[in-house]
T-cell receptor, first 115, second 112 residues
């Protein structure tokens, strides 16, 4: 199994531009998580999908952030317009069913720099 | 309000010795705890977990101890190896809640 796949691995953009991050979860996993890691706030959950449906988006910082999961094998996290404070590493993770005591499997992350 | 705290940002240990990483929590509803390991430019990977019904779980060189009365858990690595150099995250969950609450991480450096 290839594990969780994220693209791009690195993204440098200018303030105001739209950024789209992509994630392919592990095949057969029904739950998908988007996280953001910063020095100041550590690892934060942004949004959680189960069976392609957003269950909890309370961690999404503001309306500039949106996430979709059109099918079981693909999800996107979009930032529009991007701001310098969005610079962070964004991780996608998946788990078999999203249960409380399930291991989450992380992708390698996308390092975003907004200038 | 940090519910999961890892107070040591970094730890340096001689190869072959024991590494002890600590984690404290404040929420008494937490009943499942995990340790993840992260190398640079990679995502965190699951290492070991423990349920609140136990006070110890062992997997090879890795042992996690849970002290519920003190709201404290620790990860012991023995013997420490160079490949153990990484950032270690402690995480916790409560009941049926899928959400993991993460500590800030401790960077472990194993010296040859």
């Amino acid at each position: 199994d290839a594990g969780v796949i994220q693209s791009p691995r690195h993204e440098v953009t200018e303030m105001g531009q739209e950024v789209t991050l992509r994630c392919k979860p592990i095949s057969g996993h029904n739950s998908l998580f988007w996280y953001r890691q910063t020095m100041m706030r550590g690892l934060e959950l942004l949004i959680y999908f189960n069976n392609n449906v957003p269950i909890d988006d309370s961690g999404m910082p503001e309306d500039r952030f949106s996430a979709k999961m059109p099918n079981a094998s693909f999800s996107t996290l979009k930032i529009q317009p991007s701001e310098p404070r969005d610079s962070a590493v964004y991780f996608c993770a998946s788990s078999p069913s999203g249960g409380a005591q399930e291991t989450q499997y992380f992708g390698p992350g996308t390092r975003l720099l907004v200038l | 309000d940090q519910q999961v705290k890892q107070n040591s940002p970094s730890l340096s240990v001689q190869e072959g010795r024991i590494s002890i990483l600590n984690c404290d929590y404040t929420n008494s509803m937490f009943d499942y705890f995990l340790w993840y390991k992260k190398y640079p430019a990679e995502g965190p990977t699951f290492l070991i977990s423990i349920s609140s019904i136990k006070d110890k779980n062992e997997d090879g060189r890795f042992t996690v101890f849970l002290n519920k009365s003190a709201k404290h858990l620790s990860l012991h690595i023995v013997p420490s190896q160079p490949g153990d150099s990484a950032v270690y995250f402690c995480a916790a969950s409560a009941g049926s809640n899928y959400q993991l609450i993460w500590g800030a991480g401790t960077k472990l450096i194993i010296k040859p």
